[in-house]
């Protein structure tokens, strides 16, 4: 099956600074990848999410970038603010609607 | 956007007695719901995922006789969990796809405390 793996598990970034997450999978059937931010105890809210024929996506201060041969995609925060602190998650799947697999989680704290 | 709901949002049960944990679409169909648990500071990990009308398939060493899914409607899948213990605490989330993005939409989650 699908394995997804991230890093960092932890990012710290002064306010204003980028912040960058990278994923890795295994599955080269996997043609959908969102991203979620979720804070504690809450659900996980999608962010952005990029289909395989797509190599960039940007929305505002996010972006995700996917590179489909070397199986790996990256979301990237720039102008960061206190409120991004949460944990992001990555997340891979065969097609938009199809179950997902995530991966470990990045705890991303904004210092101001 | 849609949204999906989840009851309870959280419950404490004795071990060894069994919890019932609601996931519906408010204003969706959804065929196909999936189920997810998430212990504290990890991932969400597939647990089932539950279609309407026909058995749940369940993810490599979830116990189908533990956790039973049932998806009698369009807008509802249930998950039970039988004879509860310690270590089945953890918060349940249900997520379910929305047409045509087919975007996945989180249930706001069930945290289970069994003592």
């Known amino acids: 099956g699908e394995n997804v793996e991230q890093h960092p598990s932890t990012l710290s970034v002064q306010e204003g600074d980028s912040a960058v997450i990278k994923c890795t999978y295994s599955?080269?059937?996997?043609?959908?990848f969102p991203w979620y931010k979720q804070e504690l105890g809450k659900r996980p809210q999608l962010i952005i999410d990029?289909?395989?024929?797509?190599g960039e996506k940007k929305d505002q201060r996010i972006a995700v970038t996917l590179n489909k041969t070397a199986k790996h995609f990256s979301l990237h925060i720039t102008e960061t603010q206190p409120e991004d602190s949460a944990v992001y998650f990555c997340?891979?799947?065969?097609?938009?609607?199809?179950?997902?697999?995530f991966g470990g989680g990045t705890r991303v704290l904004v210092k101001p | 956007g849609a949204v999906v709901s989840q009851h309870p949002s959280w419950v404490i049960c004795k071990s060894g007695t069994s919890v019932k944990i609601e996931c519906r679409s408010l204003?969706?169909?959804?065929?196909?719901m999936f189920w997810y648990r998430q212990f504290p500071k990890q991932s969400l990990m597939l647990m089932a995922t539950?279609?309407?009308?026909?058995?749940?398939?369940?993810e490599q060493g979830v116990e189908k006789d533990k956790f039973l899914i049932n998806h009698a409607s369009l807008t509802l899948s249930t998950l039970t969990v039988t004879s509860a213990h310690p270590e089945d605490s953890s918060f349940y989330i249900c997520?379910?796809?929305?047409?045509?993005?087919?975007?996945?939409?989180f249930g706001p989650g069930t945290r289970l405390t069994v003592t």
């Open positions: 990029i289909r395989s024929n797509v």
């Open positions: 539950s279609n309407e009308g026909s058995k749940a398939t369940y």
């Open positions: 204003d969706f169909q959804a065929t196909t």
């Open positions: 997340a891979a799947s065969s097609a938009a609607g199809n179950k997902l697999t």
């Open positions: 997520s379910a796809p929305s047409l045509p993005a087919a975007e996945q939409y």
């Open positions: 599955d080269s059937a996997s043609n959908y």
